[in-house]
């Protein structure tokens, strides 16, 4: 028997839709009707939940009408006279309570109101029941009180006279657990509730049969075990009168924590057994639903596949026949859609080749006379047989017409290398077209731009070629960007190629110079002639200057290639100014000159990068004393406002010096460049300091112009608009406390093994001369792999390495004995001579400290003390070497006067000298030390403090005689010197 396409497509999909949809059905009914069971019994539990909140409420309701009562005056009077009845009669109504009774002193009953009810009368006071008297000794409680055909809830409240502070009467509210009380609960949480006081299964309920007599006796079975509900809540499903019900039961305490009944509420089930059925009928009728649109659908869709096959196969017949006009009608997008317009386009092309052919040709002069590109054809020799718009506009020729008449040999005549063309029609050759060959065109007016040039060849039926034909498109914006790109390319490789070298001259010039300065700071501290110590002190200056210059330089970098980073932070112009004056006030009075400082009074704090807006004044005010010799510097601050918190700031620095030539006053801003005709000898310098100040203040926002005459002076002008108003309580406290660091010099090492690996000998050889007086041992290695195989050997208790050696770096040799179990416990400090702060970065991640290149002692001492044990002690021998004039005395009597200004001095020393003598500390060059001790000496004059002026003096002819380790505990008398200030 021949089933067809139709009927089988219908029954597949019949099935495929209604086995799962059965499945799926079945599946939801069981959860559909376990989740009625269970919402079922959490309806019970909710209604008991429901019932025992209304009993705390009539248990709160009970205990404020008792108290309420017991406060009123009415009462109160009625006790005493003993005639309160009818008071209570009056009110019983609003009061909403089934029994209210009030007892004197003497326990006597002296009134008694409550509802109508049969049987009412066994749960009245009796005169003797512990209650009365529990409440006239105020130890009253709200409890529930079990009687033998029931149970109450019993509240009393004390009266009390509050004058006499004596108990006079109590007031005693009590609801009987009845089925009036019962029915209340019941109306309100829509279930039947019952409440069983004894074992013995005394129940009272709100179960009624059919006549509305209630059902004491409803259950199949009372709970005997009061403690199988105790502490929880049983649920579980009963018939009562032929009724399904769920059951939830939970047990009712007395204050005591004793339980005096149990509590219980029965939910119908009837709604949901009613659900149960709407949900059977609602599947059914859902299931019959869909399993008649799923035969419906799948015969539409079975339709819908073959109606289709019907249509094509006679037109198949129809066309078979002859009829080249015959078209199927399929509008759909599927595969019988595309077989259908395949046909289509099929018989179209048949019937309508030639006229096929006609439109193409029309379509492609459409094409040809509007497109972008500029399309050619042309001869075999070079002459162009047809051209577009567009070409003729891109070469800038009138018309068509015009440029195909002029050019014989478009190759020569358009294309600047013709050369170039040759080698695509040798391409040509082997493979008939060539895409998008770059050339660069000539236009008619002999500009130039750059071509892509595509090109392909026509030919014969036979293979003999015709013409070419192909298009110009225009990509010189192309080109410039390109070239602009390989530009910027080339600008970052040679920034990155200069920054790599920097690094590694600084690396190479730092190497040397730590031997050199360090070397040249031991043979200071030991030698005794003083032409010797002369010609170290210059070889120390100098070896100082050059390590500024590098810094220069790398300063000037990082400007350039963008990684140079500013650090905002709240900065007092009035402290900054301070401390430029301080820094050259010492030069100024060798030459005679004054430093005038001028600061407007509404310049409050400002927040910019205090660190480079000094590097900027420094230079500027370091030129205006380098070059006048005489008169005087003013360094001037003036603000605008310019918001509510914001400030447009002008910094002046004005002098009366040489001046600047007009033609020149750019031209000093620029990288190494200074004055023509400028004395080298006589001023130095390299030409960075004001290249650094002007990219330093663009950097800020700002900008620096300078207005000067020759022979009058200069003045250099900072503009910094928009700058944010800040806070000088957040700026940053620089002051210390002079117990802040133990001295070096007084600490004594306790003996351990270290570990110094440097593939420079005169590098290791410069940490054993700094340390030879100590009961530190070194071990010496060249590289990480001799630093390894020595820590197998040794006992090490530090490791000093070198970032650059060969074999195995530092790094490497770090990360081997961090990855250790055995040595990671080993502190390491890495020594580099690099000044690229992406190298610090990385050795702050690795290693446990680092110092850098070049190296003084009192760095190598103050990192070891982090990482060795040591004890500090003072050294007798300290006096002698420090010599009388080196301590700050306490034998100086001071003047009521002087004691006046000492706070204005603190305030100086706390502000302007604290900053400096942190950084010359850390730096420690010895013309810096020298003009600190001369502006203390100068200080310690204008205050007439004897050992301030001494304390300077005596340090600055330490720096003249170049006696290292005498500076250095002077330098760390200073905070002890401002303590001995404050406490004069």
């Known amino acids: 028997m021949r089933i067809s396409v139709r009927f089988r497509l219908v029954l597949i999909f019949t099935i495929v839709i209604i086995v799962p949809l059965a499945i799926i059905t079945s599946v939801n009914l069981w959860f559909t009707l376990n989740r009625l069971e269970k919402d079922f019994e959490a309806e019970s539990i909710k209604a008991l939940d429901r019932a025992r909140s209304i009993i705390v409420e009539y248990t709160q309701n009970a205990e404020n009408t008792a108290l309420l009562l017991a406060e009123t005056g009415e009462i109160k009077e009625g006790i005493k006279t003993k005639d309160i009845q009818d008071y209570l009669d009056a009110r019983h109504d609003s009061l909403f309570t089934a029994i209210i009774e009030i007892f004197d002193r003497d326990k006597n009953l002296l009134a008694r109101t409550h509802a109508s009810e049969p049987g009412i009368d066994i749960f009245f006071t009796r005169t003797d029941d512990s209650i009365i008297s529990d409440t006239l000794n105020l130890e009253e409680h709200t409890k529930y009180k079990i009687y033998e055909k029931g149970t109450a809830l ?12 004596e108990t006079t009467g109590a007031v005693i509210v009590t609801y009987p657990f009845n089925v009036r009380m019962l029915q ?56 009562i009168e032929s009724v399904r019900y769920a059951v939830s039961y939970t047990c009712l305490k007395n204050f005591d924590s004793q339980i005096i009944g149990i509590i219980s509420t029965a939910v119908n089930s009837s709604a949901i057994d009613h659900n149960k059925q709407m949900t059977l009928k609602i599947i059914l009728i859902s299931s019959i639903v869909v399993f008649i649109l799923a035969v419906i659908t799948g015969f539409l869709t079975a339709r819908s596949f073959t109606l289709p096959i019907y249509q094509l196969l006679n037109a198949i017949r129809s066309i078979t026949r002859g009829n080249l006009e015959e078209r199927v009608n399929i509008l759909k997008n599927d595969e019988i859609g595309d077989l259908a317009r395949a046909f289509n386009e099929m018989t179209s092309e048949l019937q309508e080749k030639q006229e096929s052919l006609q439109k193409a040709n029309e379509k492609y002069r459409v094409i040809f006379e509007n497109a972008v590109e500029g399309i050619f054809q042309s001869t075999p020799n070079g002459q162009f047989i047809n051209v577009n718009p567009a070409l003729v506009k891109m070469l800038k020729y009138e018309s068509q017409n015009e440029m195909i008449n002029s050019i014989q040999n478009f190759p020569k005549q358009i294309i600047i290398n013709p050369d170039e063309f040759d080698a695509v029609l040798q391409q040509l050759k082997k493979k008939e077209q060539v895409i998008g ?6 236009c008619k007016d002999k500009t130039q731009i750059w071509g892509a040039v595509s090109v392909r060849t026509i030919r014969d039926d036979y293979g003999n070629l015709m013409f070419y034909e192909g298009s110009f498109v225009d990509i010189t914006e192309h080109k410039k960007i390109e070239k602009a790109e390989r530009e910027r390319k080339a600008a970052e490789a040679a920034n990155q190629a200069k920054s790599i070298f920097l690094a590694n001259m600084s690396h190479e010039i730092r190497t040397p110079m730590n031997a050199i300065l360090g070397f040249s700071e031991i043979l200071l501290n030991s030698s005794r002639n003083s032409e010797e110590k002369r010609l170290l002190k210059t070889i120390y200056s100098s070896g100082q200057s050059l390590l500024t210059l590098i810094n220069d330089i790398l300063d000037l970098s990082k400007i350039e290639s963008g990684k140079f980073e500013l650090y905002w932070e709240p900065v007092s112009i009035e402290r900054l100014f301070n401390e430029i004056y301080q ?25 910019s990068d205090e660190t480079r807006l000094r590097q900027i004044l420094i230079n500027l005010t370091g030129n205006a004393v380098k070059f ?22 002008i910094l002046e620095i004005k002098d009366t010096g040489t001046g600047i030539p007009e033609d020149q006053q750019e031209r000093i801003f620029e990288s190494f460049q200074q004055l023509t005709g400028q004395k080298a000898v006589q001023y130095g310098g390299t030409g960075l300091g004001l290249s650094i100040s002007k990219r330093l203040t663009e950097m800020m926002g700002g900008k620096i112009s300078v207005v000067s005459k020759v022979g009058k002076g200069s003045i250099f002008r900072l503009e910094f608009p928009g700058l944010k108003i800040s806070d000088l309580k957040d700026q940053k406290n620089h002051s210390i406390s002079d117990k802040e660091e133990n001295k070096d010099s007084e600490i004594i090492f306790e003996p351990a093994v ?37 820590i197998q050997d040794h006992h090490i208790d530090f490791i000093l390495t070198d970032i650059r050696m060969p074999e195995m770096d530092g790094y490497e040799t770090a990360y081997l004995i961090k990855k250790s179990e055995k040595f990671k416990h080993i502190p390491i400090v890495a020594m580099t001579a690099s000044a690229m702060k992406e190298d610090a970065f990385k050795i702050e991640s690795i290693f446990d400290g680092y110092l850098a290149k070049p190296l003084k002692k009192n760095q190598l001492v103050t990192e070891l003390k982090k990482h060795l044990a040591w004890k500090s002690v003072l050294e007798p021998k300290a006096e002698k070497d420090y010599g009388e004039k080196d301590r700050i005395e306490d034998k100086e009597n001071i003047s009521q006067e002087i004691k006046a200004r000492l706070p204005e001095l603190i305030k100086i020393l706390e502000d302007e000298f604290i900053a400096r003598w942190h950084e010359i500390k850390d730096v420690f060059f010895l013309d810096d030390i020298a003009e600190f001790a001369n502006s203390l000496k100068l200080l310690g004059e204008q205050y007439c403090l004897n050992f301030l002026k001494e304390y300077g003096e005596n340090m600055y002819l330490r720096t003249e005689s170049i006696e290292i380790d005498v500076i250095e505990k002077l330098m ?9 200030i404050k406490n004069i």
């Not at 820094?583 to 927040?607: D, H, M, R, T, V």
């Open 437 to 442: 060959a770059e050339m660069l065109l000539r």
């Open 972 to 980: 760390n008398e200073f905070p002890r010197l401002i303590a001995k």
């Open 754 to 790: 270290i570990l110094v690996a440097d593939d420079i000998g005169y590098n290791r050889e410069l940490i054993k001369a700094y340390l030879v007086k100590t009961e530190l041992k070194i071990i010496e290695s060249e590289n990480g792999r001799q630093s390894w195989d020595l």
């Open 628 to 649: 006048t010799d005489k008169g005087y510097i003013q360094i001037r601050a003036q603000g605008k406002q310019a918001g509510v918190d914001m400030i447009d700031l």
């Open 583 to 607: 820094i050259f006030s010492y030069k100024a009075l060798e030459k005679g000159l004054e430093i005038q400082i001028n600061i407007e009074n509404n310049i409050p704090g400002i927040i």
């Open 184 to 239: 209340k609960i019941k109306d309100r949480i829509k279930a039947e509730v019952s409440f069983q006081w004894s074992t013995k299964g005394d129940i009272v309920t709100t179960f009624q049969d059919q006549n509305g007599n209630t059902l004491t006796q409803a259950w199949q079975g009372s709970i005997s075990d009061y403690r199988l509900v105790e502490d929880k809540t049983i649920c579980k499903k009963e018939r």
């Open 154 to 165: 019993k509240a009393p409240a004390p009266v009390v006279n509050f004058e006499t502070l």
